[in-house]
């Protein structure tokens, strides 16, 4: 098949590839199944499709025509344990001391990719996935969960489209830029807690969409020895606007807007390889939460129940640093065997916790099994991501505080959280 009918047959499958999809949390937990049973661990290997995101220098490796079509389907069990809420006034939200459990239902992350060599300098990628991405519902009957008056539902995603192209300088050093095209939706709803009025239980929802926004990714390869290889690559920051309408049941509906950006990263990683059939791979990634500090909700005219044309939420995230650690064992020419960790440090703090992003910290556990027929090949992980102990909010979270106010002061929330999460992915892929 020549060049043009294979760019031309790619493109049509991913266009025609469902791209909607919500992510298991505000970070992504893989995109293609043999870098997710690596536990990211890929800035250094970076050998398919899916370097447009890891590493975009590691399409130099790829010598023939490749596309890439799979996704992760996750099924995140959230628990918030004995929640207490008094309101500003002492009174006792009931139910009092309540369990909750989310109702989140699966979630279906597809991602799909090709990559063509040019020459014997320049190679040419493209992939569609979701970087960032989170998904949460929980019963919205606040005679049953208490915290909807916080939130009962909540999203917010990034999908993208990722040109992008690869120099090969020479036989030790790559470099690739990519950029990426994306469309980014947010949205939460919640009950209010405006007891004695008429407002009382009324959902108040947001509905935002930012149609088109970018970033780039860069990144260098470089193979000093056949038996090491290092990855770095950034990721930019993306800058959004969102706009959309914020309603209030049966009382109002406002235009609103908001700008919320997408987190830069940078990711290193350096691979060893003792012989042909076995590698480990130690991959840094940081990522740039701290620019969340806040964000601000702008209304086209006041929103009645907060008398104002604006209102603003308080974050104050942090910045992460982990490391992610891969390895792989080809035991035959038919079969190869994939292992991974991370420990992934929430960005959240305790002050501003809440039901929109119940994040803590994680460890990820991660395996996987390649399948190699020639041409065809099979790529499969599956993850288990369990909280490192409970989360807890000890009246000491300003979010979870503010849902039941007066105008002189917060109430009081005191709750405890868990998580965990399977993911299963598949990968199918061919060479031309």
């Given at each position: 098949m020549g060049r043009f009918k294979f760019l031309a047959l790619s493109f049509l499958i991913l266009m025609c590839f469902p791209l909607l999809t919500y992510a298991g949390n505000v970070d992504t937990f893989g995109i293609g199944s043999k870098a997710t049973a690596l536990g990211g661990a890929y800035a250094a290997y970076a050998d398919g499709p899916f370097a447009v995101y890891y590493n975009p220098a590691g399409l130099t490796q790829v010598k023939r025509p490749m596309i890439s079509v799979g996704g992760e389907i996750m099924d995140p069990t959230l628990k918030v344990y004995n929640y207490k809420a008094t309101d500003y006034a002492g009174k006792r939200v009931q139910p009092y001391g309540k369990d909750i459990s989310d109702t989140s239902p699966a979630l279906v992350v597809p991602f799909a990719g090709f990559v063509i060599p040019l020459n014997d300098r320049f190679t040419f990628g493209f992939a569609a996935y979701t970087p960032y991405g989170l998904h949460v519902k929980f019963n919205s009957?606040?005679?049953v969960n208490p915290g909807a008056y916080n939130n009962f539902?909540?999203?917010?995603?990034?999908?993208?489209?990722?040109?992008?192209?690869?120099?090969?300088?020479?036989?030790?050093l790559?470099?690739?830029?990519?950029?990426?095209?994306?469309?980014?939706?947010?949205?939460?709803?919640?009950?209010?807690?405006?007891?004695?009025?008429?407002?009382?239980?009324?959902?108040?929802k947001g509905n935002m969409m930012d149609p088109i926004n970018y970033s780039y990714n860069i990144g260098v390869l470089y193979?000093?020895?056949?038996?090491?290889?290092?990855?770095?690559?950034?990721?930019?920051?993306?800058?959004t606007n969102f706009t959309g309408t914020v309603e209030v049941e049966g009382v109002q509906s406002v235009g609103a807007s908001v700008v919320i950006d997408h987190p830069d990263q940078v990711q290193a990683g350096i691979r060893y390889m003792p012989t042909d059939y076995l590698s480990?791979?130690?991959?840094?990634?940081?990522?740039?939460?701290?620019?969340?500090?806040?964000?601000?909700?702008?209304?086209?005219?006041?929103?009645?129940?907060?008398?104002?044309?604006?209102?603003?939420?308080?974050?104050?995230?942090k910045n992460t640093g982990e490391l992610r650690f891969g390895a792989e064992w080809k035991a035959s020419k038919l079969l190869t065997l994939r292992a991974g960790y991370y420990y992934d440090h929430?960005?959240?703090?305790?002050?501003?916790?809440?039901?929109?992003?119940?994040?803590?910290?994680?460890?990820?556990?991660?395996?996987?099994?390649?399948?190699?027929?020639?041409?065809?090949?099979?790529d499969t992980a599956v993850q288990y991501i369990i909280s490192a102990g409970k989360?807890?909010?000890?009246?000491?979270?300003?979010?979870?505080?503010?849902?039941?106010?007066?105008?002189?002061?917060?109430?009081?929330?005191?709750?405890?959280?868990?998580?965990?999460?399977?993911?299963?992915?598949?990968?199918?892929?061919?060479?031309?």
């Open positions: 009957n606040p005679s539902d909540s999203y917010y995603m990034r999908m993208v489209m990722t040109p992008t192209i690869a120099y090969k300088i020479s036989d030790k790559s470099v690739g830029f990519g950029v990426s095209i994306g469309k980014s939706y947010s949205g939460n709803e919640r009950r209010l807690y405006l007891s004695g009025t008429e407002l009382n239980n009324r959902i108040i193979k000093p020895i056949k038996q090491i290889a290092l990855g770095l690559t950034y990721r930019s920051r993306t800058h480990f791979e130690v991959d840094y990634l940081w990522t740039h939460w701290d620019l969340i500090h806040e964000y601000t909700l702008h209304f086209n005219r006041p929103l009645e129940i907060i008398h104002s044309k604006e209102q603003t939420f308080y974050r104050h995230w929430s960005p959240i703090p305790t002050t501003t916790f809440d039901m929109v992003w119940p994040d803590g910290n994680k460890e990820t556990y991660c395996f996987g099994v390649g399948l190699n027929f020639g041409r065809f090949s099979v989360r807890y909010v000890r009246n000491d979270s300003e979010e979870l505080n503010g849902t039941y106010p007066s105008t002189d002061a917060p109430g009081k929330v005191y709750a405890e959280g868990y998580g965990k999460l399977w993911g299963y992915s598949l990968t199918l892929n061919y060479k031309f």
